[in-house]
């Protein structure tokens, strides 16, 4: 803990130095009364994870005002892939803001918004002809995806899954599965949102392929709803707020399969799994799908706010100009940011590190799991792995040790999320950019607060 090296990563800035160190109890003074500010002057239903307010942050450190370095494992959900403060990104930004700020794309247009649009036909799945759009937030992106598979095939219908997590906003609050604490109350919600059985085989009853759980979800599909009347099934390929649920090899493909034969639009909410998180560059790559339309957001453009649909140039060109936009969807300082993003994504092989801290950390956390029977399930692809925490001997899930275990890491300057349907998954997004010592010893911090010492 005294080891005051700097990152030899590219991606990773000076003055952040790589080590976990406490100066303060968690949160430390200066922080607490940040808190009473907060609580104070910010809405209650606005959460808080963890009170540590940040100072400052980069490669898998975030610095408090108290001065404690505490080690990311949440990369402010799924967001700072390429690290915080990525110095491609600070550079293209700094350049941009000196420039201008905002004119609005459909007013008076600018490259950035442009080339961000040409890497997405780039890199997401497929080779066919591609084009984009660009929003603010991810919830947005999914809004708009589904306008444009509404037009695109004038039909109403849109099918998500059990455990789907897909935003906020009205329209997405429908579409996300979870009542408490995303749709507690706010209702009514948006119509013809229909929920189709979801592929989690640590919960089926009896084990089931993906392809069975596909035929599973068809036939609800089918028989419910009436395949001809479905515009779009929007799934997410690994699913995020609702447990890091891993479909069943050959569910995915089986439903953009069915998708297809049926003339639906098929889209992955690729919003928390894309831009290398899972070890590819996108989820849908792990298994050669190629959704119609795919909605990113997060990992987009190392924490400036920015989404995008993309998709099958005749479907994304489907809708009337005009129909699509905002006032600030796809803003030039977000879109450097972006194009800083995933350079560095390309030239730090950044998929292939997410590739490569999954394998430690299933690694740790499977043998972890044959020592702790309240481990029920060890699970994820890439950067992106959960453990789910279970009474002893059944699959009853236990959200109090999550709890317990998250925030036995806070205390120890470990930052962990919890996630889940039945709120008992802890999950581990660590920023692509995470030297090896420091996500070792994030592991050693999380084993012992599982052993409860
Ligand atoms: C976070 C998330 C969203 C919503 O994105 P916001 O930017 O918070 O609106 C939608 N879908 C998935 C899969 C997400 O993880």
Redesign the pocket.
């Known amino acids: 803990m005294t080891d005051l090296r700097e990152s030899t990563s590219p991606a990773v800035a000076d003055g952040v130095p790589q080590r976990r160190e406490l100066l303060t109890e968690i949160p430390g003074p200066r922080s607490r009364a940040l808190h009473a500010r907060k609580q104070a002057a910010v809405a209650d239903g606005v959460g808080t994870t963890l009170p540590v307010y940040i100072a400052r942050a980069g490669g898998g450190v975030l610095q408090d005002v108290d001065g404690n370095s505490l080690i990311d494992l949440g990369s402010g ?2 967001v700072v892939n390429v690290g915080n403060a990525n110095p491609r990104v600070v550079a293209r930004v700094t350049e941009q803001v000196q420039q201008f700020t905002h004119t609005c794309f459909m007013v008076t247009p600018y490259e950035g918004y442009v080339a961000v649009c040409e890497a997405l036909a780039r890199l997401t799945p497929g080779d066919h002809a591609k084009k984009s759009a660009l929003f603010n ?4 992106a ?1 809004e708009n995806a589904v306008k444009i598979a509404r037009v695109a095939t004038g039909r109403d219908a849109v099918v998500v899954f059990d455990h789907a ?5 009205n329209l ?1 609050m429908a579409m996300t599965a979870k009542s408490m604490p995303y749709k507690h109350g706010f209702g009514p919600f948006a119509g013809e949102v229909y929920r189709a059985p979801m592929s989690y085989p640590f919960r089926e009853p009896v084990p089931i392929s993906g392809a069975e759980a596909a035929r599973r979800a068809i036939s609800v599909i089918d028989k419910q709803v009436g395949a001809d009347e479905v515009a779009a099934v929007v799934i ?1 390929p690994i ?3 609702g447990g890091f649920v891993v479909p069943a090899p050959g569910f995915l493909p089986a439903i953009a399969q069915w998708c297809t034969e049926n003339g639906i639009v098929f889209v992955a ?5 894309g831009f290398g998180r899972t070890g590819t560059l996108f989820a849908c790559d792990d298994e050669g799908v190629v959704p119609d339309l795919i ?1 990113t ?2 990992g987009i453009a190392g924490g400036l706010p920015l ?1 995008a649909v993309t998709g099958r140039a005749e479907l994304m060109d489907a809708v009337h100009a005009g129909g699509l936009g905002g006032t600030y969807g796809g803003n030039p300082v977000a879109c450097a940011a972006a194009l800083g993003a995933l350079e560095s994504l390309e030239e730090d092989d950044l998929a292939g590190r997410a590739a490569a801290i999954g394998r430690t950390m299933l690694d740790r956390l499977s043998a972890l799991a044959g020592q702790h029977a309240q481990i029920g399930d060890v699970r994820g692809r890439g950067a992106m792995v959960a453990i789910e925490l279970v009474v002893p001997g059944s699959t009853d899930p236990d959200p109090a040790e999550a709890a317990r275990i998250s925030a036995a890491c806070h205390q120890q300057g470990v930052l962990t999320l919890t996630c889940g349907t039945f709120g008992n998954v802890l999950r581990f997004l660590p920023p692509l950019v995470i030297d090896d010592a420091l996500l070792a010893e994030a592991l050693d911090v999380l084993e012992s607060a599982v052993a409860g010492d």
């Open positions: 959900i799924a937030s991810g919830a947005e999914v997590y897909h935003g906020r906003t997405t997410e699913q995020g707020e909410d690729e919003i928390q799994t909605t957001a997060k989404a």
